[in-house]
Every structure is written in C-alpha cells, then in structure tokens.
C-alpha cells in the first residue's frame, strides 16, 4: 500500500516536470518531490520495522511452541520410561515369586515321590521276605511231603536188592 503511494508520487512529480515553469518553479517540485520521497521513506522504514517486529513476534510464537512441544515430548518421554521401569521390576519380582513358588512345588512334589518309592521299596522288600518265607515254608512242606514217598521209594529199592 505504501509502495503504491511512493509510485504515485513519483507518476505525479514526473507528469508535473513537464508543466512546471521556469527553474524556480521546477526547483519548488523537486523540493515537494524530496519531501513526499523522504516521507515515503520514512513510512517504508517504519512499516518495514513494524513488520519486522511481527515477525519477531511471530517467531517467538513459534519457537515458543516448539519449546512447550519439546518440554512436554521430554516429559512424556519420562514418564513412559518411568512406566516401562516400573512395568519390568513388576514383571522382574513377580517372576522371581513365580520361580521360587514353581521351585517350591516341584521340590514338594520331589518330597511326596522320593516318600512314596521309599514306602513301595518298604512294601516290595516286605513282599520279598513274605515270598522267600512262603517258598521256603513250601519248600519244607514238599520236602515233608515228599519224605514219606522217598522212605518208601528206598525201602523198595532196598527190599528189591
């Protein structure tokens, strides 16, 4: 808006250099062309530094928010490594309670089984004793079974000769 009015000013000062009259008059528009110019500059200088300024602004804006995002990034980052470490010695101590508990249950279970075969070997050697005594009691119940057969075989053998 500014440009176009500088533009404006200088159309004008060049269209009046052909109507002014004489050196005084063109001195007198060159000096009103040297004001309005230097004016112009001065509101040029002025917008642009009002610019510049908003842009500032804006850039301050910006990188504002980019420091909240970081902030809030490195925050939620902590956070979740804060969760994951308090996750895994969760998992860590419930899995250690786990091992001992398993370990616990088998030697347990190792207990009854080792008690259990020690009572079958007990029971197995009490069956070995009562099947050796049945066979020796057997044993001697043929032999006195038997010793009457024998007497008679050896006193036939003994008659027959």
Request: charged share 40%.
């Amino acid at each position: 808006m500014r440009l176009g009015r500088v533009r404006a000013v200088i159309v004008i000062g060049s269209n009046m250099k052909g109507t002014a009259k004489g050196k005084t008059d063109k001195l007198i528009m060159l000096r009103s062309q040297m004001k309005d110019m230097s004016q112009n500059y001065q509101d040029m200088i002025k917008a642009r530094e009002q610019a510049k300024k908003l842009l500032e602004a804006r850039f301050l804006a910006v990188y504002e928010q980019i420091e909240e995002n970081k902030k809030f990034t490195i925050n939620e980052c902590s956070r979740i490594i804060a969760q994951l470490n308090a996750f895994q010695q969760t998992f860590e101590n419930k899995l250690q309670t786990t091992k001992k508990d398993i370990k616990a249950e088998i030697q347990e279970e190792a207990k009854f089984v080792d008690n259990r075969v020690e009572e079958i070997n007990k029971k197995i050697d009490g069956l070995d004793r009562a099947l050796e005594e049945e066979k020796q009691e057997r044993i001697k119940q043929e032999e006195e079974n038997l010793e009457p057969i024998r007497k008679d075989i050896e006193g036939n053998i003994i008659a027959k000769r």
